[in-house]
Structures are given as C-alpha cells and as structure tokens.
C-alpha cells in the first residue's frame, strides 16, 4: 500500500526566504504526483504536476522536482512571501489505481 | 466555468439522519472523485468514477453511495450518518478518466454528526 509522508509537519520562515518543502513515497511505481496548495477552511489548489517521466516543472517562484527511484519530491518556494502560509499537499497517482494519495501536508507559515 | 461545484457548504445532522451531498463540474471531466479530509490523515478517497453510469469503491466506502447518471454530476450519499462521519468532505474532477491528469477540486463541504 502507498503511503505518503510529508516532513515536516509544519514551517515557520521570515520573509524572503528560499525554502523546500518534502514529499516521500513508499512505493515509486506512480503515474505522476501533484503539489497542492490549502488555505485555512478552504479547498485545495493545484500548484504543479509532475509525470512521472519528468523530473521537475516549474510555475513563477515554484519548482517541484520528483526522484522516481527515491521515492521523494520537493516543492522549492524562491523569496518566500506572507501571501505563500498556507498548507501544501503531495499526493501521488498509483499504477493501476484510482486512488490518489495524499500526504497530511506541510503547515507553512511566512512571517512579515 | 464554475469549475467544480458543491453544495451545502456546512451541514450539522444526528445520528442516524441521511442527506446527500452535491458535486457538479462544468468541464466536461470525465473522472469525478470524493475524499473526505480528517485532521493530521490527509485526505482519502471514498468513492470514484470514472464516466457517467461507472462508479467504483476508493479506500473508505462503507456508509456512503454514490451515482453518476451525468457527466456532470456526482452526489454523494449518507445513508445513516454516525458522529464517525464528522469530516471535510471534497469533490474533485480531471479529464479522460484516465490516471495522467491534473486533478481539480470543489471548496468542500463541512459535516458535523451530533
């Protein structure tokens, strides 16, 4: 069974810090994994896809790199702003499976 | 587009009451999902379909149904609810029914079982 583990479990960083937040898998066979983002008492929204042919892919100060064979992925926040606190999920698509899972997310918070 | 769609927002129900819950996707997507989200789990998937007339069983099925007669929609049924239900329920939606998609979803609804 895939399990998905996000470390740690919350974040707390001054403004304008470069930060990396991690995902790891146990098992690598995966279609492809997704970094959402949450607000507080909100739905989720997706940041970035990576197929599980790609190694990276990147949206504004955004960039999620996936290791297959590791079983890890990282979502790097360059400049880190107030606006960015929020919690960030991982989850991954098995083969074979329609059941996406999700790590408990990181719990990020950008203080002024 | 609306994107994805649900409704109530927040619901309070006793023990033993059933109500449904509603998703719509105005996207033409193919697969539509429900999740329910519990603090420190994450989130899992109760039920899943892949087109209209296809539904399937995710990782915690038991004391929900569900039904696909369009694309469009796909409500999710309490038919006892149990305190144990108490939860973030969230409706998602991608194309193709097929396991290479972005996911998209609702902004959830809030359950609460007395």
């Known amino acids: 069974k895939q399990e998905v583990t996000q470390i740690p479990a919350a974040l707390s960083v001054p403004e304008g810090e470069n930060l990396v937040l991690n995902c790891s898998f146990t098992?690598?066979?995966?279609?492809?994994l997704q970094w959402f983002r949450q607000d507080p008492g909100k739905g989720l929204t997706s940041l970035l896809l990576?197929?599980?042919?790609?190694r990276e892919q990147t949206s504004g100060r955004l960039n999620a790199s996936l290791d297959k064979s590791s079983g890890r992925s990282t979502l790097y926040i360059a400049a880190s702003q107030p606006g960015d606190s929020a919690t960030y999920l991982c989850?991954?698509?098995?083969?074979?499976?329609?059941?996406?899972?999700f790590g408990a997310g990181t719990r990020l918070t950008v203080k002024p | 587009n609306a994107g994805v769609t649900q409704t109530p927002k927040f619901q309070v129900l006793k023990t033993g009451q059933s109500m449904t819950l509603q998703c719509a996707q105005d996207?033409?997507?193919?697969?539509m999902s429900w999740y329910r989200q519990d603090p420190g789990m994450g989130l899992r998937l109760i039920h899943y379909?892949?087109?209209?007339?296809?539904?399937d069983q995710g990782e915690v099925p038991n004391g929900y149904n569900v039904s696909r007669s369009t694309t469009e929609d796909f409500p999710l049924r309490l038919l006892s609810a149990a305190p144990s239900q108490t939860s973030v329920y969230f409706c998602?939606?991608?194309?193709?029914?097929?396991?290479?998609?972005?996911?998209?979803f609702g902004p959830g609804t809030r359950l609460t079982v007395l």
């Open positions: 996207m033409n997507h193919e697969y």
């Open positions: 989850a991954v698509r098995p083969y074979n499976n329609n059941d996406m899972r």
């Open positions: 990576i197929q599980s042919s790609q």
């Open positions: 098992d690598s066979a995966i279609y492809n």
């Open positions: 379909s892949v087109g209209a007339g296809i539904t």
């Open positions: 998602a939606s991608s194309y193709g029914g097929t396991t290479y998609n972005e996911q998209f």
